[in-house]
């Protein structure tokens, strides 16, 4: 009997790790702690929801089809936005706007694939990346990371293949939190350019990185969009997470293939959240400088907190954006870990054998902690639970 597409891949993680609340009471004076999933619970802030409210009240475009790559004026302000911050110059017509950032890596890669085809991906890797690539028929190859969670160009090197059609990356990294330096961005960029593969460079955590200016200099590369598909989300910038607004950048050749899998989806994004995309880039620079600056000061929070965890055992092996990657002291697979935790810590966070091949014992110690929702005070109170387990 043959296997249904979705069959070849695992059940979503963030849904499975949701299923471990069933049945566990938590009380007043100990909530659950959540750091499963990197999304931030407010809502956005109060001047955009009224830009978005009006919208949908007085033009009578919020609620009808628009083009299928994104509205123009969202398309030609993103692309000034990437213009200035990477001081480089990108065109409208190189970008295309996506349901969300996961739409923008699926229609890329059936833009690029068939079935058999492989793509390197770093591990630990984002899951749903490796998700979309099994239900297309795509290997995921997977290119191990050293201990500091960075990959090597020449190991990935020899990895690829005549079927290799991209390697794709995440920076700031989801799960690691580490950020790629520019000379690596760099060094897999032209890697990818010299064998005529792609490199896929989701940068949906761009807003929150702690270095000052362009992560990289890839946008200023002759003919740049030939080897790159540059990755991005409004999701986190903007708070608009169930509004799914993504986008890409990379040569209108790709972007016309990609609008094949786009009509056949969604037809076009929703025009309230691209709305919302672009008045959120035209309005909020200086508040989304503040969110940025209240992320670092958390990711602070979490390196002056380290030590007492240390001593209890515990290693942190990356961290930025909205993530911190630790190693634990425990003589359990992570995966068992990461249910303990919930009845005897109160707390929910996501085992490291959901980011790696199956088999990979490196996994068994992992977990990662998505940190944006906790203030200091909170991740104060989740080192002092996992600091206290005696399991």
Known sequence: MTQSRTATTFAPPVMEARRWLEGVTFTADRPLINVSQAAPVDPPPQPLRQAMADFALTED???????????????????????????????????????????????????????????????PWYFNHKMWLDMAGVTAVPLTTGPDLLPDPDKAEALI?????????????????????????????????????????????????????????????????????????FSKAYRLTGHRVGALATSPALLSEIEKFLDTVAICPGQIGQHAALWGMENLGDWLAGERQEILDRRAAITDGMPALEAKGWKLLGLGAYFAYLEHPFDLPSDELARKLVPEAGVLLLPGTMFMPAGDVAGTRQVRVAFANLDRDGIGQLFERLGSLTL
């Open 161 to 233: 293949t005549p079927r290799t059609r991209a390697i794709s990356l995440v920076t700031p990294n989801n799960p690691g939190g580490v950020e790629y330096p520019a000379d690596l961005v760099k060094a897999f960029f032209d890697l990818a350019r010299k064998h005529g593969i792609r490199l896929l460079l989701d940068e949906t955590y761009r807003d929150f990185d702690s270095r000052e200016g362009a992560p990289h200099p890839l946008f200023s590369q002759p003919d740049w969009d030939d080897t790159l598909v540059h990755l991005y989300s």
């Open 61 to 123: 475009s919020a609620h009808l089809y628009g083009p299928v790559l994104g509205n123009d004026d969202l398309r030609a302000g993103l692309a000034h936005e990437i213009s200035d911050h990477y001081a480089a110059s990108v065109r409208a017509d190189q970008v295309a706007i996506t349901s969300g950032c996961n739409q923008a890596f699926a229609c890329t890669i059936s833009a690029l694939t068939t079935e058999g085809d492989e793509v390197i991906l770093p591990t």
